[in-house]
């Protein structure tokens, strides 16, 4: 039944006035970012890692859906031009504040399937490494699991020329589409991210536990730290813990928080806002004094790159 004012009309109408704002000069416009701490459940207060989201305001000043913002810049063609923004003004921040970032391993950000099919664009991201050497050890490019499957040969080639410039390379949204584990054996990567639909309310489907464990195990033996994404609650937390999962990401840590917070803090865990969760964090963090364990991320270790 057509309704003139419905809801889905006006997002429709909405949609499209982006996209044609992102066809312009104008199409960075309103962006800017946010960052979420990610927490090691090793040594939850020995490092302060993050992934940087990206987001969007209206000329109004209105909060844009990311998904909005997304769909529409993937209609317009121009997903490469905002997955550039996103690198040099991550790269330029971390430049900027690197001095106040020394407890920093590494720092996440998502590319898109369109801007990896971009020649172009792969050109603009290995000149920006090249020229950030000093920092690009920071920096962890995420690949969806579904980009990589696409086109495998270009994936990998992608994955090998980043790794040597410096960066690190994270498998985002692992087990959420056809997962093969075949093209593990070809794309090296150093981290790998369940996919949340796995890591919300795991407590309640013993399945999920099953499958976040073997996909533990496997990244394991294949030298991949892990980190699960989604976790809202501190017992999903102590199940991340007893599985073996490295790090942590979700709103039982901290929402997205103004680039600005990530200069106060010390550590990841210090977002936390759950008091029991803080003590948990403390146990961990005095039981790894106790046996000196030595983080593969940390300075330490020497994974650190320049």
Sequence with gaps: MY??????????????????QLSTSSATAGLYLEMQPIMSLTAPYESLNFEVLLRMKDP????????????????????????????????AW??????????TRFVCMNLSGASLNDEKFLQDVYELLEKNRHIVGLLCLEITESVAL???????????KIRRIGARVALDDFGAGYTSFSYLKLITADLLKIDGSFIVNM??????????????????????KVIAE????RATVQTLIEIGVDYVQGYVVSRSQHPDNMLLA?????????????????????????????DL????????LH
């Design 266 to 294: 010390t550590s990841s865990a210090g977002f936390i806002k759950d008091d029991e969760l803080t003590l948990m964090m403390n146990q961990i963090g005095k039981a790894e004094q106790a046996l000196n364990q030595v």
């Design 230 to 233: 989604w976790a809202e609650d």
């Design 297 to 304: 991320f940390s300075e330490a270790s020497g994974s650190r």
């Design 94 to 103: 971390l430049d900027q504040h690197q001095e106040r970032l020394k407890n």
């Design 150 to 160: 696409h086109d495998l040969d270009n994936t990998r080639t992608f994955v090998n």
């Design 3 to 20: 309704e003139k004012y419905a809801l889905a009309f006006q997002q429709h109408e909405a949609e499209l006035k982006l996209i044609s």
């Design 203 to 224: 407590n309640q489907h013993p399945a999920n536990i099953a499958i976040v464990e073997a996909i533990v195990n496997l990244a394991k033996n294949l030298g991949m």
């Design 60 to 91: 109004e000043g209105n909060v844009v859906p990311t998904e909005r913002l997304i769909t529409a810049a993937e209609a317009s063609g121009r997903m490469a031009v905002i997955d550039r923004w996103v690198l040099t003004t991550t790269l």
